[in-house]
Nanobody
Framework: QVQLIESGGGSVQAGGSLRLSCAVS????????VGWFRQAPEKERESVAAINVNGRNIFYADSVKGRFTISRTNTRSANFSVNLTMNNLKPEDTAVYFC??????????WGQGTQVTVFS
């Protein structure tokens, strides 16, 4: 099994920055990518960013391009972290942020989520 634990959420004023971290551990050899998702109250979960474990293929949602950066650390370790650096935060970025591991074409392992609140 693969375990994911998010950290780094909090409250910040609009225009500020936060960095989220997703610690990935366990049987990670089958993981092909890690993604960050978010869900705001009364809204559907949406994909924010994703990165392949080799770090070569990166995806960003249009709403965060130019403001968010996804990266992987510990590239030579079975246990690694995927960070989401969020700059110029907006109130509409307020949500619970989740990281998830993709196996093949499906995200099947999820973290517990971390709250991000951006106030104006």
């Amino acid at each position: 099994q693969v375990q994911l634990i998010e950290s780094g959420g909090g409250s910040v004023q609009a225009g500020g920055s936060l960095r989220l971290s997703c610690a990935v551990s366990g049987r990670t050899f089958s993981v092909v990518a890690v993604g960050w998702f978010r869900q705001a109250p009364e809204k559907e979960r949406e994909s924010v960013a994703a990165i392949n474990v080799n770090g070569r293929n990166i995806f960003y949602a249009d709403s965060v391009k130019g403001r968010f950066t996804i990266s992987r650390t510990n590239t030579r370790s079975a246990n690694f972290s995927v960070n989401l650096t969020m700059n110029n935060l907006k109130p509409e970025d307020t949500a619970v942020y989740f990281c998830a591991a993709r196996f093949g074409n499906e995200y099947r392992a999820w973290g517990q989520g971390t709250q991000v609140t951006v106030f104006s």
